[in-house]
């Protein structure tokens, strides 16, 4: 059986690393499903979530919320290089709904301000908090 080595790294260490047989990501040019013995591909990450369906069962899927970052595809290793990246079994659901709270707030008062670069900064935790929401409800 063919299979991929998947690693997903952030600033603060290696995150992910499993054997997959198929990784779904999304990147800023659209959907991108890997199987083995894929091209050499390099892409930009868009915030949202990576599907990694393992090799150790076939029905055994692990979802990773990633915000933005890099895709690297070579020779059957697949590497995430991201800001911040969070297995589904990690997320603090809760947190993630006060942080897209704070972001809507946020968004608000930039609006009230006409400060488009506070808007745009907010916009973007909430797109983040959103993500993490959507990958923690996985479970």
């Not at 260490?13 to 959907?31: N, P, R």
């Not at 991108?32 to 930009?44: E, F, K, R």
């Not at 990633?66 to 020779?75: L, Q, S």
């Amino acid at each position: 059986m063919s299979q991929m080595n998947v690693q997903i790294v952030t600033p603060d260490g290696l995150v992910y690393d499993h054997h997959a047989a198929f990784v779904s990501v999304k990147t800023i040019d659209g959907e991108l499903g890997i199987l083995p013995h894929h091209i050499n591909t390099i892409a930009v990450l868009a915030v949202d979530q990576v599907k990694v369906r393992r090799v150790d069962d076939d029905k055994h899927i692990d979802w990773i919320a990633v915000n933005g970052g890099i895709i690297e595809v070579a020779d059957n290793v697949i590497t995430i290089v991201a800001d911040s990246a969070e297995r589904a079994r990690d997320i603090d659901i809760s947190r993630a709904e006060r942080a897209k709270l704070r972001a809507e707030k946020a968004i608000e008062e930039a609006k009230d301000q006409h400060s488009v670069d506070m808007e745009r900064r907010a916009k973007i935790a909430l797109q983040r908090a959103i993500n993490r929401i959507n990958v923690g409800n996985r479970l």
